[in-house]
């Protein structure tokens, strides 16, 4: 073999060396120093903690029409893979409307409810949204009838006041959408736009699992 030919297999074992001496201290590195590739895969693939939020209460709405008795009762639980989502994977519960009118010839009140199974709950501090379908219904005006027929969505937004700013709750109601029009989306209704003028609503947003 020829001296130049040695010096060039010296030349390329010590290149071979010095990679595997680069990766070894980079590997160690990285699991040691904080902010390495190691740690922050190491975050990543931590498992995710559940957590749940509940919404539960009654309260009647600023009606425009004020001789109207419009309340809104809910009981609903939701879990979530961890508090960065915002979507649950599980929502349970009901929630029920109801209206009662006067009725115009003097004869006895016009009533019309209807009980609602949750599909979705979703919370972001002092404010909620619920949707179902509607499973019963009942009064005496058989107003939604045709709706129980077809198990309509409905949602209902909810925001539950301010009491250091005197801002009042407040409660939105998505209404059914009729034949030949899709389903209301899970999870959706409208912005919680009338007051309350009695009773409450209590959100608990997110709580780890392990503490209900």
Known sequence: ??????????ALTLLAAGAVLATTVGAASASTVPGGGATARSAQEAPEQPVTSRLKGEGRLDYAVPQDD?????DARATFRSKDWSLPVKSSGTFRIYHRSPSPDGGPDLVNWGDFKVDCLTTGGPTATVTGRLVRTGGTMDGWDDYLKRHVRMGVSFYAGDKESGAPARVGISGATEK?????????????????????????DKAPAASR
Do not use: F, H
């Not at 919680?192 to 409450?200: C, R, Y």
């Open 1 to 10: 073999m020829s001296v130049s030919r040695t010096k060039s297999a010296r």
């Open 70 to 74: 419009v309340r809104v009762s809910v």
């Open 180 to 204: 030949g029009e899709p389903l209301l989306s899970r999870c959706m209704a409208s912005a919680a736009d009338s007051e309350l003028v009695k009773g409450g609503y209590r959100i608990e």
